[in-house]
């Protein structure tokens, strides 16, 4: 299928149908998001950066400055570089060889913090990326946490999916924006106002009321502060894996389904096959899977790097354990979400 332009090639990705064991009864269905060109975010800096040119808030030329470890930055570097802008990435030092690399080779100036700040490396990259700003005064800046054009990219996602099932019963999705499951929740809710919505965090992550831990080894979902596009409301129930947990998915996906992905997808696995179990066969789940696995060679996929952590023993539960809310946990746990954080 010819496409005009690389623009083009974000959108429509897949929808598969996961081959589970006899346990699990209920259909689940992973949204290929990694297979947009770099990954699911490219969704979000198309969507951003085309929003911006046409209410003229990114003007013709004007640089291109986002906070970013991961997959957003290798979209607004696709995207920006695209359309004729320089692209500034702020970023930190868990940032991978390979994400490096694409953005390198893409003409980005990419510029690594040194230290974290009192929350962590998201608020440290804040901080600089404000600096720069008034460098460059004319520079957009996409706002990925708060920017409701965020979220608003994911409507075509569930637009996706209504067009390939019938029926969506349960929606799962990793967080740490919040945009991809709480915009794509939220389009679907229009077309099934009884939609379950399950979250995907990590342990550590304060999304959902947990103490913060910054120096946790998971990558493209939790955060160590609350975005704005975080839409609580929308939420009936949250899981948490923790690093040891989320590699060992991510390695039973790529084993099982020969999805190569990341600890995002992993963990969304994990709980989207947990959830089939306990469902009735009429039951059709849908499970974002954001992140491809290249960018996780050098830890998830090194045995290496799992002794050097301290996470040679990588054992996922057969089944997450139910807690309340107000619970701190350490390992897979769950809580029923729905109302508790309506106030934030």
């Known amino acids: 299928m010819i496409r005009d332009t690389m623009l083009d090639c974000i959108g429509n990705t897949p929808l598969v149908r996961l081959k589970l064991d006899s346990c699990c009864k209920g259909n689940v269905y992973g949204k290929l998001e990694l297979q947009n060109p770099f990954g699911m975010k490219d969704r979000v800096a198309k969507h951003i950066i085309l929003e911006a040119k046409r209410r003229g808030e990114l003007l013709d030329g004007a640089p291109i400055i986002e906070s970013s470890s991961g997959t957003l930055a ?25 994400t490096l690399a694409k953005l390198t080779s893409l003409g980005c100036h990419v510029h690594v913090v040194d230290k974290m700040s009192a929350q962590g490396w998201q608020s440290a990259r804040l901080e600089r990326l404000q600096q720069m700003l008034q460098e460059m005064p004319s520079a957009f800046w996409p706002r990925q946490y708060e ?29 740490g924006s919040g945009g991809s499951l709480c915009g794509t929740a939220k389009a679907l809710k229009q077309y099934h106002p009884n939609l379950k919505v399950v979250a995907v965090d990590a342990v550590g992550s304060v999304i959902f009321g947990q103490p913060d831990r910054p120096k946790r080894l998971q990558g493209g979902l939790g955060n160590s502060l609350i975005a ?20 060992a998915a991510t390695l039973q996906l790529a084993k099982e389904q020969q999805i190569f992905a990341g600890n995002s997808s992993g963990s969304v696995y994990a709980v989207a096959r947990y959830i089939s179990q306990q469902v009735k066969e009429s039951v059709n789940i849908v499970a974002i899977l954001p992140d491809r696995g290249d960018r996780y060679a050098h830890n998830i996929y090194h045995s290496a790097y799992h002794q050097e952590k301290g996470i040679h023993n990588l054992v996922l539960p057969r089944e997450p354990q139910r807690v309340s809310n107000q619970t701190t946990v350490e390992h897979w746990s769950y809580a029923e979400m729905k109302g508790v954080f309506e106030h934030v």
């Open 147 to 175: 920017n409701p054009d965020n979220p608003n990219a994911y409507i075509q996602c569930a637009e996706e999916i209504v067009a390939d099932i019938p029926q969506v019963d349960i929606l799962i999705g990793s967080v």
């Open 228 to 247: 704005k596009n975080v839409q609580h409301a929308l939420v009936d129930e949250v899981h948490w894996l923790n690093d040891e947990e989320a590699f």
């Open 74 to 98: 290798c979209g607004v570097a696709l995207v920006g570089t695209y359309l004729g802008h320089e692209v500034h990435i702020v970023t930190d030092p868990r940032i991978d060889s390979i």
